[in-house]
DNA sequence: CTGAAAGCGCTAACAC
DNA sequence: GTGTTAGCGCTTTCAG
């Protein structure tokens, strides 16, 4: 059973090839193709299993039904599972997904935009790092639709879909204020992305407004989780005052935490805990971790919405749309209210 | 800046279009071409930054440079780190990777291999759901390189790479046996898959071996967690003689985990825990779980050595070359001696 | 080394 | 509705 070619239905149906191509393309009505025929061929297919070759249909197009997706790593669980439902949603409308990590490496991801490029992918799922710039707004002077997450290029004029960070970290700081902590931390990321810079801004607004003084350690991103883990013991050792710290992302908090068995710092009695990201084994740890979840299906749903919309309109270059979801705050154990009895009570 | 075709680079060097694509595909010597000309070419490739038409030669050639990876979900952490280290690898060598997810759906997978055939895909690695077998035999019988993980097709002769889950099995319960428990249940995906029969296999075998009775949870996985939490919840109210639990995969130990906070089951007192697959947070729970951790990065190193072999093996269909990695248990405080000072203790 | 030419499978314009 | 044809960009054979 060798390979179907459009010549092969044409032939079998001893019809032309153009009629069969006009057929498969949806232009039956257009081009006056009787409906009886077109069941015909349709039939036929089915029965064949005749597939057109997409890539023979990509050459000569320059369209390939392929949506290009990149983010920071595809091992990343955020990641994993936005990729996961933007898959599904893409395929039901016909797309295919190719994924790559960029691992935040500005040339590496160059690279990988000429890599879809020369794919000839229809559109771009972008988490982009920094530097960029240009690169994206070639391709959108290209036309091509392009739909920014998790954080965004502020020189860049397209769809992207955010987070409230900002204003997330500012309510997470007020309520371990509330809460009764006067010396809060933050551990974040050193990095010039937006998202990262609106949790540090909303956790600065917060300390500013009740005058207290902020304690920020940015550390930089490495695979090495233990040397990550060495540095926030560190700065905790340096700061003894400090009774709550909000982290940044979901990898800083989970490497604080286990700074913290490490030191035999008690959540919360010791040091009461706020994390960015949350995920539901936050439950089964000794401390409940308090965090401040993301919208994960919400923004899948928007980003590839955002693209297929882009996709269909085919011509116009609408608008920028920029979509800004709220976090929700899971409240935990590791944020309880200071010397509380529940606090005391577990002493 | 338009497209630049091959013709382009004949042209705008004065030579041979054909001259140009030897030098492209690394004939240059066979066919004789000067080193110097073979400089000037690429230089000017550089220097014009034209990359050939991988749609164009994929039509041609009828190679891709693309390997498609199918597992059971993206989302998943197993298979995400799988796919990010295969992807890195792959990469180096010039091959991009098309993931999907298969959900572990028949029907699905035959359809996503169809999708991934038309798309001329050099080579699969698969991690299969049952009921495949006759599509991925005939991928092989075109000559197609295939490699499967995590689980096998018994009917299917290619490479794999597996973990030697009855042995792991075996041990653990064993472990627990020597630790002092003798009511041990399975907890575990009702599957008919090949690596979920040889957990189920070891952990009665061990029990045989000690003349002890089994108790065993099959479980059906679904997205729903609620679901499989309070089946394992109805599972332990029915066997209050339980000691010990040995989960067959991280999601049923997380879901465990979660029915036994619930109904306040203290872990080891009330129930000892071991769990297949290791994650770094583990160590970070109420009591720190005893896990039999994968080697992640062994398996992905396989995995896309085997391929990359048979990729570039080109002709010979080499014996079919089964790997069966050793796991390791991580002893953490969820298995401790029944009835041990530290256990008596902590009470 | 060159130049011409065929062909991968498909789309779409054109004349009928 | 049909049949023809060009062409997407590339590889590769063949004769020179």
């Not at 595809?74 to 893409?90: H, Q, Y």
């Not at 299906?297 to 996709?311: C, F, M, N, Q, S």
Request: glycine share 6%; hydrophobic share 40%.
């Amino acid at each position: 059973m060798k390979k179907l070619r459009i010549k092969d239905i044409a032939d079998g149906l001893k019809i032309s090839k153009t009629a069969v191509s006009f057929i498969l393309n949806g232009k039956a009505e257009e081009k006056r193709i009787s409906e009886e025929l077109v069941e015909r061929v349709e039939k036929y297919i089915q029965e064949v299993g005749y597939r057109p070759s997409p890539i023979a249909r990509g050459l000569r197009t320059g369209k390939s039904n392929i949506i290009g997706l990149m983010v920071e790593s595809i091992s990343d669980p955020f990641f994993a599972t936005i990729a996961r439902l933007i898959e599904n949603e893409a395929y039901k409308e016909g797309y295919r997904i190719i994924y790559c990590s960029t691992d935040n490496d500005t040339e590496k991801t160059k690279e990988l935009i000429n890599v879809l490029k020369d794919r000839n992918v229809d559109g771009y799922i972008i988490s982009p790092p920094p530097g960029v710039e240009k690169e994206v707004n070639e391709l959108i002077k290209a036309g091509m639709p392009v739909v920014m997450f998790d954080r965004y290029l502020p020189k860049v004029k397209t769809d992207y879909v955010v987070i409230d960070n900002e204003p997330s970290a500012e309510n997470a700081t007020k309520y371990l204020i509330r809460q009764g902590y006067s010396n809060i931390g933050m551990i974040t990321f050193s990095s010039s992305l937006t998202q990262m810079k609106g949790r540090l801004k909303g956790y600065k607004n917060a300390l500013k407004e009740e005058g207290l003084k902020p304690y920020v350690l940015e550390i930089d991103f490495t695979p090495e989780e233990k040397v990550m883990v060495q540095t926030i013991r560190e700065f905790l050792v340096a700061n003894p005052k400090l009774d709550a710290v909000l982290f940044g992302a979901i990898q800083a908090g989970s490497c604080g935490l286990k700074a913290m068995t490490q030191m035999k710092l008690k959540v919360p009695e010791d040091l009461a805990v706020i994390s960015f990201d949350d995920h539901d084994i936050f439950e089964l740890f000794a401390t409940p971790v308090t965090a401040i979840a993301q919208p994960i299906e919400k923004i899948a749903h928007k980003v590839i919405g955002l693209l297929l919309d882009r996709l269909d309109a085919e011509g116009g270059a609408a608008e920028p749309r920029e979509v800004v979801l709220k976090t929700k705050m899971k409240i935990r154990g590791s944020s309880v209210v200071k010397n509380s009895k529940k606090y005391l009570e577990s002493k």
